[in-house]
T-cell receptor, first 115, second 109 residues
Framework: GAVVSQHPSRVICKSGTSVKIECRSLDFQATTMFWYRQFPKKSLMLMATSNEGSKATYEQGVEKDKFLINHASLTLSTLTVTSAHPEDSSFYIC???????????FGSGTRLTVV | AQRVTQPEKLLSVFKGAPVELKCNYSYSGSPELFWYVQYSRQRLQLLLRHISRESIKGFTADLNKGETSFHLKKPFAQEEDSAMYYCAPQSGNNRKLIWGLGTSLAVNP
């Protein structure tokens, strides 16, 4: 079945630095990638939607200059958290969908801790 | 606004008992609805979608447009069904999912 590989699974970084999270679709072409953030005991919060080769569409309240999304190929999308702050500490999850596909394949998530 | 409600944060049943996880949605138009499951230490995965009307791992879900509900049911719960369950309607041109808060199902021996 479809697999999305997300790396790293955990990362600790210092305030002010940037962190890049990668999601790769291993056996299908991810025409659309969704990036989520999940707070403890809360539902998934959609941050942005990206279509391959296009600029990402950000949800209201999500800073596009802080959360940079690149979806340059059909198998790779990246989320870069720039100038990270402790309040950016969270669980980030990517989800990919192929063209015409109905299901969404999720990455295993990245636990980001900013100290 | 499009919204999905899963009224039960936690549902605890005994093995072999029937289980129903409730989901209500508010959505204009004809939504496509999904149930996703997350087992302990695993990633989210698709459980079933309403269009396919299939039964996965013994679970079924019927879309009731009159009640705007999409409850997930299983007649005999198993311990391995213990997981977090999310009901998610699909929305818009980008077909993004609208997420509920999820229901944690605990099946006790």
């Amino acid at each position: 079945g479809a697999v999305v590989s997300q790396h790293p699974s955990r990362v600790i970084c210092k305030s002010g630095t940037s962190v890049k999270i990668e999601c790769r679709s291993l056996d299908f072409q991810a025409t659309t990638m969704f990036w989520y953030r999940q707070f403890p005991k809360k539902s998934l919060m959609l941050m942005a939607t990206s279509n391959e080769g296009s600029k990402a569409t950000y949800e209201q309240g999500v800073e596009k200059d802080k959360f940079l999304i690149n979806h340059a190929s059909l198998t790779l999308s990246t989320l870069t958290v720039t100038s990270a702050h402790p309040e950016d500490s969270s669980f980030y999850i990517c989800s990919a969908r192929s063209h015409g596909g109905y299901g969404y394949t999720f990455g295993s998530g990245t636990r980001l801790t900013v100290v | 606004a499009q919204r999905v409600t899963q009224p039960e944060k936690l549902l605890s049943v005994f093995k072999g008992a029937p289980v129903e996880l409730k989901c209500n949605y508010s959505y204009s138009g004809s939504p496509e609805l999904f149930w996703y499951v997350q087992y302990s230490r695993q990633r989210l995965q698709l459980l079933l979608r309403h269009i396919s009307r299939e039964s996965i791992k013994g679970f079924t879900a019927d879309l009731n447009k009159g009640e705007t509900s999409f409850h997930l049911k299983k007649p005999f719960a198993q311990e391995e069904d213990s997981a977090m369950y999310y009901c998610a309607p699909q929305s818009g041109n980008n077909r993004k999912l609208i997420w509920g808060l999820g229901t944690s199902l605990a099946v006790n021996p």
